[in-house]
């Protein structure tokens, strides 16, 4: 049953990113049948997820809730936050939610709140990889037991069914743990009975709000009015205007396939979609297809400890020095290994150097890795077994590169520029994904329990 159009209101790319409030409260005269928002990503690595740690501000957080929450509870509208806190684990969940219970407090409001739980049990994920139902992604290798084991925590990406039920049970404001970006979106549009293809090819551009504007501006709110047989994205910031290029753009954007959208419900082809302007700066998109999945997946994502990193910046202006950079780290790095002692099983550390202005954002894949620049910027890591040690070799890395020879110096006084004092910082726990992969299942909302709370 189709309940007619649907318009979704995404506030800003990621909760806490910061939105105009002008633009939100332009697209709240569009009376939306949802408020969205994107709250996290893998996008800055494993350590929220591996930490717990959140990804942006508690006080940036609680400055773009506030209004989404308000506006919701005004109008009857459901709000919806995808991956709370960052990486949507247990404890991003709570310390969103303690965020919105300081929020509802302060404005007298009482929300039914649906907080949706994305940690995965251990023993189940164990019970499930034995009999056969978790894989690989492409490019990571197969699933261990000893991966479960040594991760600190991992969580599944939640597809739009946990939403729907939480809305089915009343819930007024939805905090959901890690989530598929559409799901957000796409949740109430397919409640309402729009079309998958439309109501997940929208979600997917909105999903970075106004990113896919120009000027781009993901930190801004744009709406998405889902149609029968299309559906229309209009700016809400004076002198944005959406155009064909740049909603076609972020149909492509983080798909391995630039013409499929992949997610757990099955399949969006966008080859077909036609894009087209309209006169108020919007555009006007039609022509996707669905293709649902023969076998519901969830992704699966757990971090694990690495190590721990210590990290010390500096730079180097010397042209001799610059033109035997190589040869200058790598006798560093072997008079670190002779005092230290070799790489081994037992005795654990990785030393890196980064050098920016050459070949630092690239690395071998650099193609001007030869078009030297006067100076280079120079980032030493290391990451070891504990933290004492990684603080220690750096310490060792870095004085040996201040005063280490080479072919043709002059200054004697010190080879590199420190801007900082002290010169090492030691940056704590190093953690990377142990757990990256795809997990069949056929109950959509098992992986994912309901919690319902009135703060």
């Excluded at 081994?344 to 990785?350: H, I, L």
Aim: glycine share 10%.
């Amino acid at each position: 049953m189709n309940d007619g159009p649907t318009r979704v209101l995404a506030a800003t790319a990621i909760l806490g990113y910061g939105y105009p409030l002008a633009s939100f409260a332009k697209g709240l005269e569009h009376d939306p049948h949802v408020i969205g928002v994107d709250a996290g990503s893998t996008d800055p690595g494993a350590y929220y997820l591996g930490a717990g740690e959140p990804l942006s501000g508690a006080a940036t957080v609680k400055r773009d809730l506030r209004p989404m929450v308000v506006a919701g509870m005004e109008r009857g509208v459901p709000v919806i936050v995808g991956t709370s806190g960052g990486a949507g684990g247990d404890p991003h969940l709570e310390w969103c939610y303690e965020i919105l219970a300081e929020i509802c407090h302060e404005e007298g409001l009482h929300p039914r709140v649906a907080v949706i739980r994305a940690e995965q049990d251990r023993e189940l994920l164990r019970a499930e990889l034995k009999a056969g139902r978790i894989d690989a992604l492409a490019a990571v290798p197969a699933l261990t037991e000893a991966d479960l084991d040594r991760s600190t925590r991992i969580v599944g990406q939640m597809g739009v069914e946990p939403i729907q039920a939480a809305l089915d049970a009343g819930a007024q404001v939805v905090l959901a743990g890690r989530s598929c970006d559409v799901s957000v979106f796409a949740a109430v549009p397919l409640r309402r009975g729009n079309d998958p293809a439309l109501a997940m090819h929208a979600a997917k551009i909105v999903e970075c709000g106004a990113y896919c504007a120009e000027p781009a501006a993901g930190l801004d709110s744009i709406l998405a009015t889902i149609n029968t047989d299309d559906f229309v994205l209009t700016p809400l910031s004076p002198g944005q205007r959406i155009t064909r290029a740049s909603a076609a753009a972020h149909s492509l954007y983080e798909q391995d396939d630039p013409a499929w959208i992949i997610e757990p419900l099955g399949v969006v082809d966008v080859a077909t979609a036609n894009f087209e302007e309209l006169a108020d700066g919007a555009v006007r998109v039609s022509g996707s297809r669905f293709e649902p999945a023969a076998q519901y997946t969830i992704k699966l994502e757990g971090a694990a400890l690495a190590g721990y990193r210590a990290v010390s910046i500096c730079g180097v202006r010397d042209p001799t020095a610059i033109a035997r950079i190589d040869d200058l780290l790598n006798g560093v790095r072997e008079h670190v290994m002779d005092v230290w002692g070799a790489t081994t099983e037992r005795n654990p550390y990785e030393i890196t150097f980064r050098r920016y202005g050459r070949d630092g954002v690239m690395g071998a894949g650099e193609p001007l890795r030869d078009r030297l620049s006067h100076e280079l910027g120079l980032v030493l890591e290391v990451v070891a077994a504990t933290q004492a040690e990684a603080g220690e070799i750096c310490s060792l890395a870095r004085s040996t590169l201040l005063h280490f020879d080479y072919p043709g110096r002059l200054n004697v006084g010190g080879n590199v520029a420190f801007p900082f004092s002290p010169h090492d910082a030691n940056w704590g726990p190093v953690y990377e994904f142990s757990v990256y992969h795809r997990w069949a299942v056929d109950d959509p909302l098992l992986p994912f329990p309901i919690e319902m709370r009135t703060p």
